[in-house]
């Protein structure tokens, strides 16, 4: 069994920061790549940023320069630094684990719980 936890949002006025954290646990042999989506309200799920295992990172256009996404592959952890954050960040934030539980064994997709980001004065 594997689960999957996001920490780390909360409220933070405009221009402020947060880091995200989201840790896997059970049996897993490897994740590549992790990823972090958000889902504002009324609106599709996004994806954000994603890492592969060999630090390869990509951002979508709205968040390049002021994200970050980095990994712990000995804990099973990505984290997301946010900078310079706006109203349009508001969000509820997940991270997606793509685990191989078995070597040579097939992928599989865990979300996370979510965790809300509200940016506002």
């Known amino acids: 069994q594997v689960q999957v936890v996001e920490s780390g949002g909360g409220l933070v006025q405009p221009g402020g920061s947060l880091r995200l954290s989201c840790a896997a646990s059970g049996s897993i042999f490897s994740i590549n790549p992790m990823e972090w989506y958000r889902q504002a309200p009324g609106k599709q799920r996004e994806l954000v940023a994603n890492?592969?295992?060999?630090?390869?990172?990509m951002y979508a256009d709205s968040v390049k320069g002021r994200f970050t996404i980095s990994r712990d592959r000995a804990k099973n952890t990505v984290y997301l630094q946010m900078n310079s954050l706006k109203p349009e960040d508001t969000a509820v934030y997940y991270c997606?684990?793509?685990?191989?539980?078995?070597?040579?064994?097939?992928?599989?997709?865990?979300w996370g719980q979510g965790t809300q980001v509200i940016v506002s004065s």
């Open positions: 997606y684990m793509h685990c191989q539980l078995v070597r040579w064994g097939p992928k599989y997709g865990y």
């Open positions: 890492i592969t295992s060999d630090a390869t990172s």
